[in-house]
C-alpha cells in the first residue's frame, strides 16, 4: 500500500503539472457560486488560487414557440470581483422546437446584466429539446457578449452538427455529481466517451465538474458535515445505490435538526481524490477544441459535507488530496494503553466498512481485553513482511482498529488495550480508501511505550 501511496503522489504531481500547463495554455477555470454570496476575502482567496472568474445563478426562464419567460431569483452577491469575469446562469426549458424569442429574452436579461458582471451568459437546461440550439444560437447573435449553453456531456455527444450551435460554446457536464444539479446521472465511461465526441466537433467547449453533495433527508439550515459519523458510536456504514448510507445509532444534530437513533443518513460527496481524478480526466488527453473548465459547487467553509473551500484551495496549491492520520497513544497504566486517531488535513477519505484502519503491531505483547470506544470494530492478527493476516486474539501480536471514514479535521476515540504481558515494541500506521476507489497508508511508526517519550 506504501507503493500506492507514492503512486498517487506521482498522479498529484503530474495533474498539477497539468494545471499549470492548461493556465499557461490558455485554459480557463471559473467556480460556479451555488451557495450564499462571497465576501471580498473569500474572493481574494479563489483569484489567488488561480480562478479566472465565477458563474452565478440569476433565475429561469421558460422557451416557448415565439416567446421567452425569465424568472430572477436570489442572486448571490460577490464582493472584491472587480476585473473578475463573472457569467451570469439562467437555467432554461422548453419542449419540442420551442426557439423562443431571442430580443425578447434579452430585453428581460438586461435588467440583470447589467448588476452580474460582463462574463456573456450561460444557459443550463437539464434535459435537451430540439428548439434548445436555434434558441442559443439566436441569443448568440443578438447578444453581443459570449452564450454558453451547459447541459450533461451523454445529452451533448449526441446532439450535433456544431453548425447548429452557431457562436456557442458547449459546457458539458461531467464526471462529480451531476445528481445534486437535477442533471441526469452518468457513468465515467459515458462521459469520456461525450467528451471524445465533442472534441471531434469544430466547436469549443468546457467541461464542468460538479462536486456539489446530495444528502438525505437534508440537513435543515445547512451546516452538515461528516465528522460525527466516523464514529462507530454514533452510525453504522454501508454503502448505498449511489454514494454511502449511514444509520445512526444515537441521535444526532443534522443542520439545525434532532435525527432520532435509527434514522438512515444517505449521502453523495465528491471529495478532492475524486475530484483530482475527475480533474485528471478532464485535462488528459490533450483535447483540442477544450477552453478551460468550472468547478461546480457550494464550495462551502470547513466542516461541510462535500469538499469544503479550505480542501479545494489547498488543493489547488499542491496538496495532496487524501487525509493525513496521526496516532495518538498514552498509558494510564503499564499494561494499559489508550489510542486515538485524528486528522488534521482538510482533506478526508472516502467512508468504507474495512478500508479505513489503524494498525498496532506489538512484538513480546499479549493481548488482554479491548474497548473499541468510538472506533466501529477491531480485527486481531499477526504483520509478516508488512502484510496484516488475522489471528486468534491469544496469538494476536498485532491488531486493527476500523473508523467509518476519516473525516477531514476529525478525531476519533479512544479504544483501551489491556495487554497480559506489555510488548517490547509498539508501532503504528493507518490505511484509508480515497474517493476516488484507490487505497492508500501511510508508513510504520515507532509509537511509545510506558514511561517513555
Do not use: C
Not at 437555467?91 to 448588476?115: C, H, I, K, M, Y
Not at 457578449?145 to 455527444?157: K, R, S, T
Not at 497513544?329 to 482533506?347: F, G, I, K, M, Y
Not at 473499541?372 to 508488512?386: D, I, M, N, S, T
Request: glycine share 14%; net charge neutral; hydrophobic share 45%.
Amino acid at each position: 500500500m506504501i507503493a500506492m501511496r507514492n503512486r498517487v503522489a506521482v498522479v498529484v504531481l503530474a495533474v498539477v503539472a497539468s494545471l499549470g500547463q492548461a493556465v499557461a495554455g490558455g485554459l480557463q477555470h471559473r467556480v460556479w457560486v451555488l451557495g450564499s454570496s462571497l465576501g471580498g476575502d473569500e474572493v481574494a482567496l479563489l483569484r489567488g488560487a488561480g480562478i479566472d472568474g465565477a458563474v452565478v445563478p440569476v433565475g429561469s426562464a421558460e422557451i416557448t414557440q415565439g416567446g421567452a419567460r425569465l424568472t430572477i431569483g436570489k442572486v448571490p452577491e460577490l464582493s472584491g470581483a472587480e476585473g473578475w469575469s463573472v457569467a451570469p446562469l439562467v437555467w432554461v426549458s422548453g419542449r419540442g422546437d420551442a426557439a423562443g424569442d431571442a430580443e425578447a429574452f434579452l430585453s428581460q436579461f438586461s435588467v440583470v446584466a447589467r448588476n452580474v458582471g460582463r462574463g456573456g451568459v450561460v444557459l443550463a437546461a437539464r434535459e435537451y429539446w430540439p428548439g434548445l440550439p436555434r434558441f442559443a444560437a439566436a441569443v448568440a447573435k443578438r447578444a453581443g457578449v459570449p452564450v454558453e449553453v451547459a447541459m450533461a456531456a451523454a445529452a451533448l455527444g449526441g446532439q450535433g452538427p456544431a453548425a447548429g450551435w452557431r457562436g456557442v460554446t458547449l459546457v458539458a457536464v461531467a464526471f462529480g455529481n451531476p445528481a445534486a444539479l437535477g442533471f441526469p446521472p452518468s457513468t465515467l465511461h459515458d462521459d469520456l466517451q461525450a467528451l471524445e465526441a465533442l472534441d471531434e466537433l469544430d466547436i469549443p467547449f468546457r467541461v464542468a465538474i460538479v462536486v456539489e453533495p446530495t444528502a438525505k433527508p437534508q440537513p435543515a439550515g445547512g451546516g452538515a458535515s461528516l465528522l460525527e459519523l466516523a464514529k462507530g458510536t454514533v452510525a453504522e456504514y454501508r454503502p448505498a445505490q449511489r454514494g454511502d448510507a449511514f444509520t445512526l445509532r444515537t441521535s444526532l444534530r443534522w443542520g439545525e435538526a434532532l435525527l432520532p437513533r435509527g434514522t438512515t443518513i444517505e449521502v453523495e460527496t465528491v471529495d478532492t481524490a475524486r475530484y483530482h481524478r475527475d480533474l485528471a480526466l478532464t485535462l488528459r488527453p490533450l483535447r483540442q477544441r477544450l477552453v478551460g473548465w468550472d468547478t461546480v459547487g457550494t464550495l462551502p467553509a470547513a466542516p461541510a459535507l462535500g469538499m469544503s473551500r479550505q480542501a479545494f484551495l489547498d488543493y489547488l496549491a499542491g496538496g495532496a488530496p487524501q487525509p493525513a492520520p496521526e496516532i495518538a497513544v498514552e498509558w494510564p497504566s503499564p499494561t494499559r494503553l489508550r489510542v486515538a486517531v485524528s486528522n488534521e488535513s482538510p482533506h478526508g477519505s472516502a467512508a468504507s466498512s474495512s478500508s479505513n484502519w489503524i494498525e498496532l503491531s506489538f512484538p513480546g505483547g499479549v493481548v488482554g481485553e479491548v474497548e473499541v470506544g468510538e472506533f466501529r470494530g477491531l480485527e486481531y492478527g499477526q504483520v509478516a513482511g508488512g502484510v496484516f493476516r488475522k489471528s486468534p486474539s491469544g496469538e494476536a501480536s498485532a491488531l486493527r482498529l476500523f473508523v467509518n471514514l476519516f473525516a477531514a479535521a476529525g478525531q476519533v476515540g479512544a479504544a483501551e488495550v489491556r495487554f497480559v504481558q506489555r510488548p517490547r515494541e509498539l508501532q503504528g500506521r493507518w490505511g484509508a480508501r480515497l474517493g476516488d476507489g484507490s487505497d492508500v497508508s501511510g508508513p510504520v511508526r515507532p509509537l511509545p511505550l510506558p514511561g517513555k517519550r
